[in-house]
């Protein structure tokens, strides 16, 4: 079947990722069907990003009196703007939510429910609830592809060393084996091809504080032996680990105020936070780092927010949202 008539289907391709802005790919998918097989296959997405045409985009989930909504920042085009909230959540999200980029899909996971946006259809979809007993303080991290690595936690306060991964494409829960040591309050990262759970709090030491991290291998499909490490993470003292799939293969955390990459095989010294924010969120696209955290103006306690050229180390102030009162979550991804 033809794209576009008269034209070989490899040229209507390079037609179609090139639609811009974003917003237009919906518009497009509902032509034909021809259009939304294309549109919403893996491969479209990979062409339009290995071509330069896909666009960037900063997911912030934020507070405003008592609702909470996700808000879009498009950081090259400095352009601010909505998404419709989940239709089953009253206050905009669940409660205790946290969220995730997964392709072209956002996952949203509160309690053991799970919402997915698409940025192909523009709506909301209902994924299967989580199994297996209720948790908290858990991470997780995604492949960018398709799956997500849920690891740790606590339940009825009795810490986890259970794992499970969710296939969105599939919309089904995969069991994993059990992690090597129970921990809670961990940071997950997905970094090489693998999943990683550094820090957080276990039952192995007098502190309770957890100087190792594991790494899960989905193509052996076994966790590898704990390494040490020498700096203390956890949901108290670091942000979450972000910038997993860029080009050197590290990625990054703020401990306290500093910024640091984890770089063959060991932490390094990156930058120092601003003087007049106190990091809470770190995000990550291609060569920059996204800061939110608070800041004080007319010694007012407000949410704040600072870009990190990764070139030049140097710090640009963003303004958020004048409705934004705080800012709870967020992620990047390209579609």
């Keep these: 079947m033809e794209l576009i008539p008269g034209l070989p289907n490899d040229l209507a391709?390079?037609?179609?990722?090139?639609?811009?802005?974003?917003?237009?790919?919906?518009?497009?998918a509902s032509v034909c069907k021809g259009w939304k097989i294309e549109i919403e296959s893996p491969e479209f997405r990979v062409q339009r990003k290995a071509a330069g045409h896909s666009q960037v985009l900063v997911i912030l989930a934020?507070?405003?009196g008592c609702?909470?909504?996700l808000s879009i920042f498009e950081p090259l085009q400095g352009r601010w703007s909505t998404l419709p909230p989940?239709?089953?959540?009253?206050?905009?999200?669940?409660?205790y939510f946290t969220l995730v980029a997964v392709g072209s899909d956002i996952?949203?996971?509160?309690?053991?429910d799970v919402y997915i946006y698409s940025f192909q259809s523009w709506s909301w979809r209902r994924g299967v609830d989580m199994p297996s007993e209720p948790r908290k303080y858990y991470d997780f991290a995604s492949d960018g592809k398709r799956i997500v690595y849920v690891a740790g936690g606590e339940c009825m306060d009795s810490l986890l060393k259970s794992a499970m991964a969710?296939?969105?494409?599939?919309d089904e829960w995969i069991t994993m084996p059990d992690m090597p040591i129970e921990r809670e309050d961990c940071w997950a990262g997905f970094h090489s091809g693998k999943f990683h759970i550094i820090g957080g709090y276990d039952n192995c030491r007098s502190d309770r504080i957890a100087r190792s991290e594991v790494t899960f291998d989905p193509v052996a499909w076994c966790w590898e032996p704990a390494q040490e490490i020498c700096?203390?993470?956890?949901m108290d003292t670091a942000t979450k680990c972000v910038g997993e799939r860029n080009a050197d293969e590290s990625?990054?955390?703020?401990?306290?105020?500093?910024?640091?990459?984890?770089?063959?095989?060991?932490w390094q010294a990156v930058a120092k936070a601003p003087p007049d924010i106190e990091p809470e969120i770190l995000l990550w696209w291609h060569d920059q780092l996204l800061m939110v955290g608070t800041t004080w103006v007319d010694r007012r306690c407000c949410p704040g927010a600072y870009t990190l050229d990764l070139i030049t180390h140097s710090w640009t102030r963003i303004d958020l949202p004048k409705m934004c009162r705080d800012v709870l979550g967020g992620c990047c991804l390209e579609v």
């Design 166 to 170: 969710y296939d969105v494409k599939k």
């Design 86 to 95: 989940i239709p089953d959540c009253s206050n905009g999200m669940p409660t």
């Design 13 to 28: 391709r390079e037609c179609l990722i090139r639609i811009n802005p974003y917003e237009q790919l919906a518009v497009a």
């Design 107 to 112: 996952l949203v996971l509160g309690g053991s």
């Design 62 to 64: 934020v507070a405003s």
């Design 67 to 69: 609702k909470t909504y």
């Design 251 to 266: 990625f990054y955390t703020c401990l306290g105020r500093d910024v640091i990459a984890h770089k063959d095989s060991a």
């Design 231 to 234: 700096l203390e993470f956890s």
